[in-house]
């Protein structure tokens, strides 16, 4: 069934596919439309869970920890400030091994007070323990959704679904939704081992000692590493499904067969954009290769190597910044290809700051400035004013 759906209200329709039980949340622009349409459909009936209104996100965050304790498919977002405020609260729930999803709305930390796009607020969470998928368009976070909940329940940790704010989260484009007898195909319910009951009481997240610490935060690893490994897996059963496939990394050739001397990575609706602004270069006799770079967390090192490492020089666009530094993707990159001997020229942009558009005209900058020996440094900046 095609239609034309709000990002936002994408992310509603997939939690209700998804037959989640519980949910949860505190309303923050730009997030709020999320869990209003949710609020209605659990109000009308139409989707069979409790929405359990709270005051605050952390306690937003704490009500799907309990309710995923009990073994129940839980959901929440949140954006910004309100991730912030559930920080401790992501802890737990990673550390409790929980498989909650969550939408997270990227906007801009304040002051000065913003409330659009800027991915800064996700990647401060990036040593959780959460999983994070970013998404490029509307389909992307239908389909993300029901794969994150495939991948949380695999490896039990929680996953955040990430959008950014406005130029996905309130703009209307076609998708196809799935019916829910293909989604019940594809994400049966969730059979827990452990579960909160009454009838068999015993202790959950007690202290651990030196003794055990290290223990426990070798299991979380190795459940990133499973993530890793099971996510291609759980990609083509959901292709074999619907018929639509979601890598971590999509490498997007200019050419059928010929590699371009320049790579440019993008995540997010960034892509979209750098999608037009290569196709025209390409017509101008300028080919650039994109890579569509889906996860941080868990980050697929030995695909970035594979697909990156034949490339001489690598343009990455951040929509985020890590103060002292410079784009976290990019470092993240960096730090990937580094192992390799011959390993290409990164050069690290950062652009969208805030909301501030990304047009195909600051694309194509970038490219310029990466095809024209500019010292790559920590950190280049892309539509400043000067």
């Known amino acids: ?37 949710l609020a209605e459909l659990v109000a009308d009936g139409v989707l069979d869970a409790r929405f359990i209104r709270v005051e605050s996100e952390h306690s937003a965050m704490a009500a799907v920890i309990g309710a995923a304790s009990a073994g129940v498919r839980s959901f929440t977002a949140s954006s910004s400030h309100g991730l912030a405020l559930m920080h401790e609260m992501l802890h737990w729930a990673a550390g409790a091994r929980l498989p909650i999803v969550m939408a997270e709305v990227n906007r801009a930390m304040g002051p000065g007070w913003n409330i659009w796009a800027d ?58 939704l799935p019916e829910h007898a293909d989604v019940d195909e594809f994400l049966p319910p969730w059979e827990p081992v452990e579960v909160l009951d009454p009838a068999e009481p015993r202790a959950f997240n007690q202290l ?31 292709a074999a499904r619907f018929g639509r496939t979601h890598p971590l990394v999509e490498h997007i050739p200019a050419e059928d067969g010929a590699r371009a001397p320049l790579a440019l ?25 994109l890579v569509k770079l889906r996860a941080l ?37 960096r730090a990937a290809l580094s192992s390799l001997a011959d390993r290409p020229v990164v050069y690290p942009f950062v652009a969208g700051l805030g909301g501030r558009d990304v047009t195909p005209d600051t694309v194509r900058a970038v490219v ?19």
């Open 1 to 37: 069934m095609r239609r034309v759906v709000e990002g936002s209200h994408a992310v509603s329709h997939a939690v209700d596919l998804a037959r989640v039980r519980v949910i949860s949340a505190y309303p923050i622009t730009p997030q709020t439309h999320i869990v209003e349409r």
């Open 119 to 176: 991915q800064t607020d996700s990647l401060s969470q990036r040593d959780t323990g959460w999983l994070q998928f970013y998404c490029e368009d509307v389909q992307d976070v239908i389909d993300t959704i029901l794969i994150a909940y495939r991948v949380a329940e695999r490896v039990s940790l929680p996953v955040m679904v990430v959008l950014d704010a406005f130029f996905l989260s309130h703009t209307y484009e076609p998708a196809d």
């Open 208 to 238: 651990a000692s030196p003794e055990f610490y290290m223990e426990f935060r070798h299991k979380m690893q190795q459940a990133m590493d499973e993530a890793l490994a099971a996510y291609p897996e759980i990609d083509r059963a959901f």
């Open 265 to 289: 990575v993008t995540t997010g609706t960034i892509t979209s954009t750098a999608r037009a602004a290569l196709a025209e270069l390409r017509d101008r006799g300028t080919p650039v290769d």
């Open 297 to 333: 967390r868990p980050f697929p090192q030995d695909e970035i190597r594979r697909v990156l490492g034949p490339y001489g020089r690598v343009a990455v666009i951040d929509r985020n910044l890590s103060f002292g530094y410079g784009g976290i993707f990019a470092q993240e990159i």
């Open 368 to 386: 310029d400035r990466a095809l024209d020996d500019e010292p790559p440094g920590d950190i280049l900046w892309a539509g400043l004013k000067e």
